[in-house]
């Protein structure tokens, strides 16, 4: 068989199998909405005033420096698993890549997005 009919044939698996579960859901699911099921959750707890609070920004930007380096790791594990067998230009790319990550933290190092206050 040709590589291309796997990847096709795991294309059409891994479309038609979640649409099929969420129609089968849509269709053979309870359909019981009251006013309790609709109402504002926050946890168990029942809010009270304003549920619509504006978070501070520092705390997008500490999970986003957060998720650009557990990225990085999730990158370069496989890179030094195979390490001893990449080729010069392989490694060079990886240090390119370690580099930028540097410099991307030392930016938000400096603009105080590391900050926690």
Known sequence: MNNWLY???????SIVMP???VVIGLLLGPKRPNPIKTDTYECGVQTWG???????????????VFLVFDIEVAFLYP???????????????????????????????????????
């Open 7 to 13: 990847i096709a044939i795991f294309l059409f698996v």
């Open 19 to 21: 649409t099929s579960l």
């Open 50 to 64: 304003e549920t619509w609070v504006q978070f501070k920004i520092q705390y997008y930007l500490f999970a986003l």
């Open 79 to 117: 890179w030094a698993v195979a390490y001893k067998a990449l080729p010069l230009f392989a490694v060079l790319e990886g240090v390119l890549f370690i580099v930028l990550l540097t410099a991307a933290l030392v930016y938000a190092w400096r603009k105080g997005a590391l900050e926690w206050s």
